[in-house]
Structure formats: C-alpha cells, structure tokens
C-alpha cells in the first residue's frame, strides 16, 4: 500500500495548517495509508553530538515514521519570515538520517498573508534539497485558507480549497506509484 505522512509545521493543534493537512489526508485515495507526525514540539533541540545510536527516542521515532512513509506532505506557517524554529529544528534532525532521500515530497502553503509565506517555503524548498528529497513540483501548492474556512470540526468545508487540496495529494500519489 503507497503511504502518506502529514507534517505540519506548527505546535498549534488548532493551526490553520494542521487543518489544512487533516482536510488533506481525508482527500487522499483509498489505497493510500496516511499518517500525521505529532511530536514536533516533544523533539529536543538539534545537537550534532546526540546524533549517535543512542539518540533521543522522539528522533528515532521521527526518524522511523519518515522511512516508512512513501512521500511526505509539509504544511508549516512563516515566523519572522522564514521556517518556525519548531519545524527547522525537525527538518535539522531529518538530514543526517537519510531516511528523506529520494523520497517524494510535497507542500501546501496556506498562508493568506500578504508575503504569501515566501520565505518560509523558499527556506523549505532549501532544506529538502540538503535532505535529498524528490520534490514534486504538482504536489507543492500555495492555497490561501483563513481561519473563517476552518469549520468547528477542524477541517475546510470549501469545495474549491478541497479540490485544490486533493490535487496535491494526488499529484503526490502518483508520484509513489
């Protein structure tokens, strides 16, 4: 079975991007198992010198649920014009392991705000590429969601947002196949 893993950028539980992911992988097709990383804000600081075989037990299991997944889905907010340092500090943790290397990722930048977040999907754009990952260019989309599209539920009920948001998806589907 192909298999999807969801990353959300932020420590925020009821962030515009974790809704944006969960909305996401409802879209995804049958035959593709997806799965969310929720440990970001329990990962320790990078630290060069921790990364041995007996690193902390949230990086081995980061670095677990990224090998097992057939592609990965990114969806982080901008702070301060660039990458949380929350989500870098995952991304950091992820070079070293070779665990993204030639796997097919993608990203949806729902950022509504006048920079559209550019500087956090550039700087994303970046990282992937020190990491080796297979970036599939239909699978990265800026979709602009507000809050008001998030309905009670934490999902986006907006058909024309769905079906962006099942494009990507599927572009990053076929892209396991």
Not at 80 to 108: C, Q, R, T
Not at 143 to 148: D, E, G, K, L, Y
């Amino acid at each position: 079975m192909r298999s999807l893993l969801l990353i959300c950028g932020s420590v925020r539980p009821g962030s515009t991007n974790a809704a944006v992911l969960r909305t996401a992988g409802l879209l995804a097709a049958e035959d593709v198992a997806v799965t969310s990383y929720d440990e970001l804000a329990s990962l320790p600081h990078f630290n060069p010198d921790d990364d041995t075989d007996s690193r902390p037990a949230a990086v081995v299991r980061l670095r677990a649920q990224l090998a097992e997944a057939g592609a990965l889905l990114f969806c982080t907010p901008e702070y301060a014009g660039a990458l949380p340092g929350s989500f870098k500090n995952l991304l950091d943790w992820s070079v070293g392991g070779g665990e993204m290397s030639g796997k097919p990722v993608g990203w949806i930048n729902c950022s509504w705000g006048p920079t559209g977040a550019a500087g956090a999907y550039a700087e994303l754009r970046t990282v992937l590429t020190y990491t080796d990952s297979v970036i599939v260019e239909p699978g990265c989309a800026q979709v602009p969601v507000t809050r008001a599209d998030v309905g009670a539920d934490g999902l986006v009920h907006d058909p024309a947002i769905r079906a962006r948001l099942a494009d990507v998806v599927t572009a990053l589907a076929a892209a396991l196949s």
